[in-house]
């Protein structure tokens, strides 16, 4: 089964309106983390924020932020204000303790893009 | 900003090439790791490696070898190309084991 799930291939958003992300993830870790990551056309990824499974209160940074709903393992990014810069790949990430190596698990990701 | 840097950026090579794709970072961390995407899709994780002369395998198979003999350097190595190699390799590093991770540039290789 899929760890992380990303259901939306792709996202058509016009400048200046709030888009939303979807991301659903499987764990049975008590203590996991969730990770957005951005991909440019250029190919590097950047993270945009992270949200501690422990963490009481959603992750914001700046015009990102996380709506985590933890009884439903979503924790789906919201952009505020979309500019064209944001036109990208976005991927979301898990980080699980229980396997033999603590690394993150991607999803397939999302391409966002941002019309005038 | 993070200080990991690949090169090359872009490699096409002929079948049965011998490649070396380089990664170094001057954050200090000890955890690397190298990712491979095909277009449009998600990151599978190859090798990782926790320290000095320490180098496992990832989830996804890959006829690639790793070696880390110093901190900064993370190289990945492929002893005879293979058009079905054709992908994007990402470099990561992260400080602790679970935390973020910061991402070079990728190689995105293509085999003839």
């Known amino acids: 089964a899929q760890k992380i799930t990303q259901t939306q291939p792709g996202m058509f958003v016009q400048e200046k309106e709030a888009v939303t992300l979807d991301c659903t993830y499987d764990t049975s870790d008590q203590s996991y983390g969730l990770f957005w990551y951005k991909q440019p056309s250029s190919g590097e990824m950047i993270f945009l924020i992270y949200?501690?499974?422990?963490?009481?209160q959603n992750a914001t940074e700046g015009r990102y932020s996380l709506n985590f709903q933890k009884a439903r393992k979503s924790a789906n990014l919201v952009i505020s204000a979309s500019q064209l810069g944001d036109s990208a790949m976005y991927f979301c990430a898990m980080r699980e303790e229980d396997i033999g190596y603590s690394t993150l698990t991607f999803g397939k990701g999302t391409m966002l893009l941002v019309s005038p | 900003e993070a200080d990991i840097y690949q090169t090359p950026r872009y490699l096409v090579i002929g079948t049965g090439k011998k490649i070396t794709l380089e990664c170094s970072q001057t954050?200090?961390?000890?955890?690397m790791y190298w990712y491979q995407q095909d277009p449009g899709m998600e990151l599978h994780l190859i090798h990782y490696?926790?320290?000095?002369?320490?180098?496992e395998k990832g989830d996804l198979s890959s006829e690639s070898t790793v070696s880390r003999i110093r901190t900064e350097h993370f190289p990945l190595t492929l002893e005879s190309a293979r058009p079905s190699h054709t992908s994007q390799y990402l470099c990561?590093?992260?400080?602790?084991?679970?935390?973020?991770?910061?991402f070079g540039s990728g190689t995105q290789l293509s085999v003839l």
């Open positions: 490696s926790y320290g000095v002369n320490s180098t």
């Open positions: 954050m200090g961390h000890d955890k």
């Open positions: 990561a590093s992260s400080a602790q084991v679970g935390e973020k991770l910061f």
């Open positions: 949200q501690g499974s422990y963490d009481e």
